[in-house]
Every structure is written in structure tokens, then in C-alpha cells.
């Protein structure tokens, strides 16, 4: 696969998917609003943190298959980011100490069979930005959520790439990107994109 589109909720991951598509990219979407369990989990972690973070480690898991096989492919929220969630859930309880060793295994065992992405791309925000665009979009379910948890996310995530070695990586600071309605923010952030993906050839 060419890119994965990382980065916390609300960032404008699947924007800018929707962008590079329009570039000729194929899009392989984040499995959201086909999940039956994303409200369910929100109203009740403990009962389904375990159950669907094995649907989304599945669904990724056939997705990045898919995208390998592809030509000019782009990952909105790479497997690898699935960890962050899972421990997050093992360190607030949600998730058993045991659910989590059997979740790891299996990532384990998936990604050992993942070809990773010639480009990462980190899409870092803050968590003030971060909450001001969830609310925009109005997610009951994510808006409902306690805002301790986005800002604990976002520094799991900053944690996380901050040790980041499976693939080469690009971190994009998109505060003050604003390239869903302004055309300049748009070539900038794909340029730096681009700058960097086909810097080799």
C-alpha cells in the first residue's frame, strides 16, 4: 500500500482521503458507520471494548490485504493505530488484563503479514482543535464521550509515533490547516505529502 492517514478523531482523516481520491488514490474507508457496535461501546466500554476492537482489527486486517494488492492505495486509520485504542481500554479497566494479551497476540500474529505503507502520515493536532471539530460534526456519541478521554487519546497518540519505526513517517501539524475549505491548505498539505512519497524515484 502507498499511504496510511493517521491521526486522533476529528483530525480530517477521512478528508483527506476524500482529497487524494479525487487524485486518482483508492480509498479504503475506516470501518465506522457500517459498525454495528461503535454506539453500543460508547454507552457500555467494559461489555464491548474487547469485542469490537477484534472487529476493527479484522476489517483492517482485510483491508490492508486488499490495499497491498493495489495500486496507489490509501489507508484511512492504519492497523497499527488499533493499539493505541487497546491499551488505552486495558489502562482505564474497560479491558481486561487477559482480553488484552489475547487482542496482542492476534495483532501480533495479523501483522507479521502486513506489508507496511511507504508513507505514514500523522495528521497532529491539539486536543483543544481536536474537540472543537468533534463537536462541529456533532457524533452524538463521540460528543457524549468525557472530554478527558480526547485529551488523554491525543497523548497516547503523540506517545506512540513519537516511537514509531514500522515505516517511514511524515507528521503534519494541522492546527491551522484548514485544506477541507481552503484550496491553498489543500495543495500545501498534499504537496508535503507528495514531496515526500515520490521523493526516492
Known amino acids: 500500500m ?3 492517514i493517521a491521526g486522533v478523531v476529528g483530525v480530517g482523516k477521512s478528508s483527506l482521503t476524500k482529497l487524494l481520491e479525487d487524485d486518482g488514490y483508492q480509498i479504503f474507508k475506516e470501518p465506522v458507520f457500517d459498525n454495528p457496535l461503535l454506539d453500543k461501546f460508547y454507552y457500555d466500554k467494559q461489555r464491548y471494548a474487547f469485542i469490537l476492537q477484534i472487529f476493527f482489527l479484522n476489517k483492517r486486517f482485510e483491508m490492508c490485504k486488499e ?4 495500486k496507489d492505495s490509501v489507508m484511512d486509520r492504519s492497523i497499527v493505530e488499533d493499539t493505541i485504542f487497546a491499551k488505552m481500554l486495558r489502562d482505564s479497566g474497560d479491558m481486561s488484563p487477559y482480553e488484552y494479551q489475547v ?3 492476534l495483532f501480533d500474529n495479523m501483522i507479521e503479514h502486513v506489508t507496511p505503507p511507504k ?3 500523522y495528521l497532529r493536532i491539539s486536543p483543544e482543535e481536536a474537540l472543537r471539530r468533534i463537536r462541529k460534526r ?3 456519541f463521540e460528543v457524549d464521550n ?3 478521554y480526547w485529551y488523554d487519546l491525543n497523548q497516547n497518540y503523540d506517545n506512540f509515533f513519537h516511537e514509531y519505526k514500522w515505516s517511514e513517517l511524515l507528521t503534519i501539524e494541522v492546527d491551522n490547516l484548514d485544506f477541507v475549505n481552503n484550496k491553498k491548505d489543500e495543495e500545501v498539505i498534499k504537496q508535503k505529502i507528495y514531496d515526500r512519497l515520490y521523493k526516492h524515484l
Do not use: F, I, S
Not at 490495499?67 to 493495489?70: D, K, P, S, Y
Open 2 to 4: 502507498d499511504l496510511n
Open 67 to 70: 490495499a497491498t494488492q493495489t
Open 103 to 105: 487482542y496482542k497476540e
Open 119 to 121: 508513507l505514514m502520515v
Open 138 to 140: 456533532g457524533r452524538q
Open 146 to 148: 468525557d472530554k478527558k
